[in-house]
T-cell receptor, first 112, second 113 residues
Framework: SQKIEQNSEALNIQEGKTATLTCNYT??????LQWYRQDPGRGPVFLLL?????KEKRKERLKVTFDTTLKQSLFHITASQPADSATYLC???????????FGTGTSLTVIP | DTGVSQNPRHKITKRGQNVTFRCDPI?????LYWYRQTLGQGPEFLTY????????KSRLLSDRFSAERPKGSFSTLEIQRTEQGDSAMYLC???????????FGQGTRLTVV
């Protein structure tokens, strides 16, 4: 079955630095990959989507890369702010779009 | 567009009781998903509807769980004979079409005592 791994340890970084989160997967060939943000007690909120034929996607301070050979996606937050503190989830989606397979999430804390 | 709405937000029930949750998706979205999430884990897929048809159901889902989406609008998730292991956050999400983002509700937190 598919396996999705995100940074197992919580990530603490200083305000203004770039946060880099990883998402590795095995036994799966997703059509596209999504990143979500989740705050405590709330549902995930969509951030970015990247397709299998795209290498990189950007949105404001966010950047996502997708390497289907390495089976890895990297999620970057530049000029990080304390308000970026949250759990970030990656989700893999098949061509049918019938299921989103989520990783366990990475907890990010940006220290002022 | 008022977003995805889930009710109730919290539910405490005794073991063995039945519970039902409701999800109202964004009105023009034809795809609807149910997920379960426990502390420290990512959302785990339960089932998927396209309009009123339930097209996919997790093999991990016990027969005590059933979901419906009559008329392709709101959806309900029922858990019969609840067990303590059912305690979790139940999330509903909807999307317009394939290859687009899913919009999640705030979830229903179930506690089985």
């Amino acid at each position: 079955s598919q396996k999705i791994e995100q940074n197992s340890e919580a990530l603490n970084i200083q305000e203004g630095k770039t946060a880099t989160l990883t998402c590795n997967y095995t036994n799966y060939s997703p059509a596209y990959l999504q990143w979500y943000r989740q705050d405590p007690g709330r549902g995930p909120v969509f951030l970015l989507l990247i397709r299998e034929n795209e290498k990189e996607k950007r949105k404001e301070r966010l950047k996502v890369t997708f390497d289907t050979t390495l089976k890895q996606s990297l999620f970057h937050i530049t000029a990080s702010q304390p308000a970026d503190s949250a759990t970030y989830l990656c989700a893999l989606v098949a061509n049918t779009g019938n299921q989103f397979y989520f990783g366990t999430g990475t907890s990010l804390t940006v220290i002022p | 567009d008022t977003g995805v709405s889930q009710n109730p937000r919290h539910k405490i029930t005794k073991r063995g009781q039945n519970v039902t949750f409701r999800c109202d998706p964004i009105s023009e979205h034809n795809r609807l998903y149910w997920y379960r999430q426990t502390l420290g884990q990512g959302p785990e897929f339960l089932t998927y509807f396209q309009n009123e048809a339930q097209l996919e159901k997790s093999r991990l889902l016990s027969d005590r769980f059933s979901a419906e989406r009559p008329k392709g609008s709101f959806s309900t998730l029922e858990i019969q004979r609840t067990e303590q292991g059912d305690s979790a956050m139940y999330l509903c999400a909807s999307s317009r079409e394939m290859n687009t983002e899913a919009f999640f509700g705030q979830g229903t937190r179930l506690t089985v005592v």
